[in-house]
Every structure is written in C-alpha cells, then in structure tokens.
C-alpha cells in the first residue's frame, strides 16, 4: 500500500523539495532513498518526515519491522498532532509491538487520533471496549465508537456495529446511537 502524503508548505523551500524526493522514491518502491531523504527532515522536526518514517519502519521497508523505531518516530510526530501517528502508535501499544503492551496508552492514543476524526481510531476504541480491554465492557460505547467511524467513511464500521448489536437491547442500541450522534 502506497503511502499518500499531503504536505503543506512552500514548494521552493529545500525541506520540501526534499521531502518530495523521498515521497518519490518511497512511491516507486526505492525505501532506502526514502528513508535517507526523511531521516534529516525528521530530526530537523518535520512530522511528516517522521510519521512517514515510522511506517517505513514498522512495514520493514528498510529491512526487518523495527516496530521499536517505528515508535520513536510516530511518538515525535504524534507530539505535533499528526493524528496517523497517534493511531499507529496506539496500534504499536495495543499489540505490544515495540513497546510494552498497554490497552491504556492505546486507548489514549486512539483518542487523540479519533478526535481528529481518525475511522480507524474510533473503531479500535469500539473494540477495547466490545472486548474489555484496559476498560470495563460496554456494548453501548462500542457501538457507539463503531458508529462514529462509520459516519467517518470507515468500511468495516458496518460490521462492526452489526457484531455488537448481537449483544445488545434495542434500548441499548437507542442509547448508543444517541451517544453517537452527539
């Protein structure tokens, strides 16, 4: 899967000529010039530059998955607000990639993505909570998390919220589109 990535800033500036050069290179496959094209725009504190290196780790497209790496990147990047990498970084916590396993740092992190409309975020909530993972079970925040990302555009929200409705009252399901809705 390509990495597409919308970078705001002055055409003419060198960063940003460097950063395309590395988008190139990452899109026709070439990781390793990708990789050395981000790393000095990552260190300079571009947080595309670092999310896009932490993907580049956790895929292992410079080599084997560092998913240790891939975390040091995403947590820089993340501290500016790129939501992506507040979700990739959640996804390394919730599966103890890297990290030490922690359903409450992921659930922070999914959070922090979601809140900037993050689909896949507001999912993984849903299922922490369809699962009782870090938190108490509560099929109607699940349901509702699930719902949120499919007002979001997230594919397998429908799924999803056809799952826990298997569980769940009709004045349950009322509640938790209510809850989703606000």
């Not at 809140?115 to 993984?124: I, Q, R, V």
């Not at 108490?136 to 349901?143: G, I, M, P, Q, S």
Request: proline letters at 3%; aromatic letters at 10%; charged letters at 25%.
């Amino acid at each position: 899967m390509k990495c597409l990535v919308v970078f705001l800033g002055l055409a003419a500036s060198l960063g940003a000529a460097d950063f395309r050069a590395a988008l190139e290179a990452y899109n026709r496959g070439d990781f390793a010039t990708a990789i050395r094209e981000w790393e000095p725009l990552a260190g300079r504190g571009d947080p595309q530059a670092q999310y896009n290196l932490g993907l580049a780790y956790a895929r292992g497209q410079g080599g084997s998955p560092d998913y240790a790496r891939a975390a040091e990147w995403y947590r820089k990047a993340a501290g500016q607000g790129v939501a992506a990498a507040a979700f990739s970084l959640g996804v390394l916590y919730d599966t103890g990639r890297g990290v030490p396993q922690s359903y409450q740092q992921a659930l922070e992190l999914y959070r922090k993505a979601a809140d900037e409309g993050d689909a896949g975020a507001m999912n993984n909530i849903g299922i922490l909570y369809y699962n009782a993972e870090g938190v108490e079970r509560d099929l109607v925040e699940a349901y509702a998390w699930f719902a949120r990302a499919q007002k979001h555009g997230d594919p397998r929200a429908a799924e999803l919220i056809s799952w826990a409705s298997e569980n769940m009252t009709r004045k349950q399901i009322e509640k938790a589109q209510a809850l989703a809705g606000e």
